[in-house]
């Protein structure tokens, strides 16, 4: 499938990174033991990062505001919305914390480390190039980072306390818009190598490689999400629609990469299932369809608007872009997206309601 570029805007594209965590449905019949998590690891892009880029030398922060006005106290951490992740929500809801916490945080304590933290950078992808890009934290650096944290808490606990620790616990992988959207058809440099099927298959791949990684590490409950509709994201409707300003229905074209890498990530979690030998189990994240029908649906009854972003113009801004100075409509709750890229507290809040009961048979 071709799809037309119509040229390099590197403040505006490279600020496309949204996968989401909408549903969990099982990627194969037989269900994980029914037990209690004992604390939750986050890893991906900016969805999932609570602030791990604050710590880093990089454009890609929403360390200030408006960015964190509905979070607790007000604070802008690093969350790439107006408040609470869904990770937060889900941390909440098992009873392990209130939010997950940035494993870069100098500040955490050995209680915050050990009920779980989250690796994921904002702007990173599953290709190596897209966190290079960005100079963010790539997903072999987050694995990495993973196993520094459990020498760290082990030094405390002990082996076999950690180990039966991670085993217990929940696992988020959460990757692939930025691939896409601020490296393959942004940049030349993909596209010279790669088709776009070839491309799916390469990200595909190295995802693969990351959850068998993981699952070495003690990891026995993966959940891992796939593609949003990118072709719906406020700022992919501005920079690649005929006319962004009448025209601001979801690019089509983009929708229909997503759904095919879907399709490929579901057979291969599937596959993962039948043939890990260490006993993990893997599950899919439907992020697509509930999206798509806050946006194009039932749910966009429920927003005054879905397809602009309540901060600043609501066209192209997000991380730097957004900022004290910006306008910020007068009610985030009535809309989809925070930026021109991320979900809004209340968005990130429906999504979770929307995997609570299943997650519960988890439980």
């Not at 897209?130 to 020498?151: C, H, P, W």
């Not at 730097?320 to 910006?326: D, F, G, H, I, M």
């Amino acid at each position: 499938m071709e799809v037309t570029q119509k040229g390099f805007m590197p403040l505006l594209l490279i600020f496309l990174h949204i996968p989401l965590f909408i549903s969990i449905i099982p990627a194969a019949q037989a269900a994980p033991k029914n037990t209690t998590f004992t604390a939750i690891y986050v890893f991906g892009d900016s969805t999932m990062d609570p602030g791990n880029n604050d710590y880093l030398d990089t454009v890609f922060r929403s360390n200030f505001p408006p960015y964190g006005k509905d979070f607790f106290n007000h604070t802008p951490t690093g969350r790439f919305s107006n408040g609470r992740l869904t990770t937060d929500f889900l941390a909440s809801y098992v009873g392990i914390k209130e939010s997950v916490p940035p494993y870069l945080d100098p500040t955490l304590s050995m209680e915050e480390l050990i009920t779980g933290v989250s690796f994921a950078s904002a702007a990173t992808g599953l290709d190596p190039l897209t966190a290079r890009i960005s100079n963010v934290i790539d997903m072999a650096k987050q694995l990495e980072y993973f196993k520094e944290y459990k020498g760290r808490v082990q030094a405390t606990v002990g082996k076999q306390r950690i180990e039966k620790h991670i085993n217990k616990a929940g696992f988020i992988l959460s990757c692939g818009t930025n691939d896409f959207m601020d490296n393959y058809f942004t940049l030349p440099f993909r596209r010279q190598t790669f088709t776009v099927s070839a491309y799916q298959q390469f990200m595909l791949q190295t995802a693969r490689e990351f959850l068998q990684n993981l699952s070495k590490e003690g990891a026995r409950t993966i959940a891992v999400s796939g593609l949003p509709p990118m072709g719906c994201l406020p700022a992919v409707i501005t920079l690649f629609s005929n006319n962004p300003i009448l025209e601001r229905g979801c690019i089509e074209q983009f929708n229909t990469v997503a759904r095919d890498y879907n399709r490929m990530l579901q057979n291969d979690l599937i596959k993962l299932n039948t043939t890990n030998p260490l006993g993990a189990r893997f599950y899919y994240l439907d992020i697509y369809s509930p999206l798509v029908d806050m946006i194009q649906g039932n749910g966009k009854l429920e927003f005054d608007d879905v397809s602009y972003g309540c901060c600043g113009t609501g066209y192209v801004e997000a991380a730097l872009a957004c900022n004290p100075k910006s306008y910020v409509c007068a009610d985030a709750s009535k809309y989809v997206f925070w930026d021109s890229i991320h979900p809004t507290e209340v968005t990130y809040g429906k999504i979770f309601n929307a995997f609570r009961s299943v997650l519960d048979e988890l439980l």
